[in-house]
């Protein structure tokens, strides 16, 4: 709570005002939900010289949306943001670099959005806040198709500890059904992976060719896979009709040698009787 009351204080005697849109030149950054996402920054072209000197505890950084602070960090002071505990960071050990970049873990829908970082510069009553970077984050989901053979195992990634439900639907449905509801409902066929964070849909059959949803909270699809599952005995039949007609060939090719040197020794035979027949 003392640290948060200093940063409040901080900013209390800040009246600079903040940027609220995107600049032109804004970095667009496109990350899939569940990812980390990177939104570049660096410092040492807005901070103090005296910022850069080793004694020195480093910068005042701050990062925010036009709704809420995401990150704020002074030497070994650090806050996060509500809904940005434990996933908004700034790697410290790349700071005296310049590099101010956020580092967000695990990204959800809900941070999709405009962040703008800024750098406070001075001391005490002159302090000041300067901005340093604009960057657009745009959040996506999972598409995905894979083919099967009915008997193999089905391996579906969940992304994201925000993964809520799975929700198949088959070829041939008009509705889907939920397959997986995390902490809820499971269905036999589903073992969970949790560690993972993964499903295994196992023994599949011709039936469970179709969409497999994997949705969030709020309902929003995180990943669609589009599933296809083949008879399982469907290659082994055309290798076997291959090789069946590659056998008849060689038997036919066989066969009309054989016919061909039974001719060669008739005719042969023929030529020697008429020989000993002139010899007489």
Same mark, same amino acid.
């Given at each position: 709570?003392?640290?948060?009351?200093?940063?409040?204080?901080?900013?209390?005697?800040?009246?600079?005002?903040?940027?609220?849109?995107?600049?032109?030149?804004?970095?667009?950054?496109?990350?899939?939900?569940?990812?980390?996402?990177?939104?570049?920054?660096?410092?040492?072209?807005?901070?103090?010289?005296?910022?850069?000197?080793?004694?020195?505890?480093?910068?005042?950084?701050?990062?925010?949306?036009?709704?809420?602070?995401?990150?704020?960090?002074?030497?070994?002071?650090?806050?996060?943001?509500?809904?940005?505990?434990?996933?908004?960071?700034?790697?410290?050990?790349?700071?005296?670099?310049?590099?101010?970049? @956020?580092?967000?873990? +695990?990204?959800?829908?809900?941070?999709?959005?405009?962040? #703008?970082? &800024?750098?406070?510069? !001075?001391?005490? %009553?002159?302090?000041?806040?300067?901005?340093?970077?604009?960057?657009?984050?745009?959040?996506?989901?999972?598409?995905?198709?894979?083919?099967?053979?009915?008997?193999?195992?089905?391996?579906?990634?969940?992304?994201?500890?925000?993964?809520?439900?799975?929700?198949?639907?088959?070829?041939?449905?008009?509705?889907?059904?939920?397959?997986?509801?995390?902490?809820?409902?499971?269905?036999?066929?589903?073992?969970?992976?949790?560690?993972?964070?993964?499903?295994?849909?196992?023994?599949?059959?011709?039936?469970?060719?179709?969409?497999?949803?994997?949705?969030?909270?709020?309902?929003?699809?995180?990943?669609?896979?589009? @599933?296809?599952?083949? +008879?399982?005995?469907?290659?082994?039949?055309?290798?076997? #009709?291959? &090789?069946?007609?590659? !056998?008849?060939? %060689?038997?036919?090719?066989?066969?009309?040698?054989?016919?061909?040197?039974?001719?060669?020794?008739?005719?042969?035979?023929?030529?020697?009787?008429?020989?000993?027949?002139?010899?007489?």
């Amino acid at each position: 709570s003392s640290v948060r009351s200093f940063l409040f204080l901080c900013l209390v005697r800040i009246s600079i005002p903040t940027p609220t849109g995107s600049f032109p030149g804004t970095p667009f950054i496109v990350v899939q939900v569940g990812r980390m996402a990177t939104l570049p920054c660096n410092w040492t072209c807005a901070g103090d010289a005296a910022l850069r000197s080793p004694l020195s505890p480093g910068p005042h950084l701050q990062w925010q949306t036009p709704q809420e602070t995401v990150l704020e960090l002074k030497g070994s002071q650090l806050y996060q943001g509500t809904g940005y505990e434990g996933r908004a960071n700034v790697p410290r050990e790349r700071i005296p670099e310049g590099d101010c970049s @956020l580092h967000l873990m +695990e990204v959800r829908y809900t941070d999709d959005g405009l962040y #703008e970082s &800024f750098i406070i510069v !001075g001391q005490s %009553r002159r302090k000041r806040r300067n901005f340093l970077q604009s960057v657009q984050l745009r959040v996506t989901d999972h598409k995905s198709s894979q083919t099967l053979r009915a008997g193999d195992d089905f391996v579906l990634n969940l992304h994201t500890s925000q993964a809520a439900t799975v929700i198949f639907q088959g070829t041939k449905d008009t509705e889907g059904t939920v397959k997986w509801k995390q902490d809820g409902e499971t269905s036999s066929q589903v073992l969970v992976e949790k560690g993972d964070g993964v499903l295994v849909f196992r023994n599949l059959k011709l039936s469970d060719s179709g969409v497999y949803k994997v949705l969030d909270p709020d309902g929003l699809a995180i990943s669609t896979t589009l @599933l296809t599952v083949e +008879e399982a005995f469907k290659e082994a039949i055309i290798k076997d #009709e291959t &090789f069946a007609a590659r !056998g008849a060939e %060689r038997e036919a090719h066989s066969g009309g040698n054989s016919m061909s040197g039974f001719f060669t020794t008739v005719v042969v035979s023929l030529l020697c009787s008429a020989s000993m027949h002139f010899a007489l």
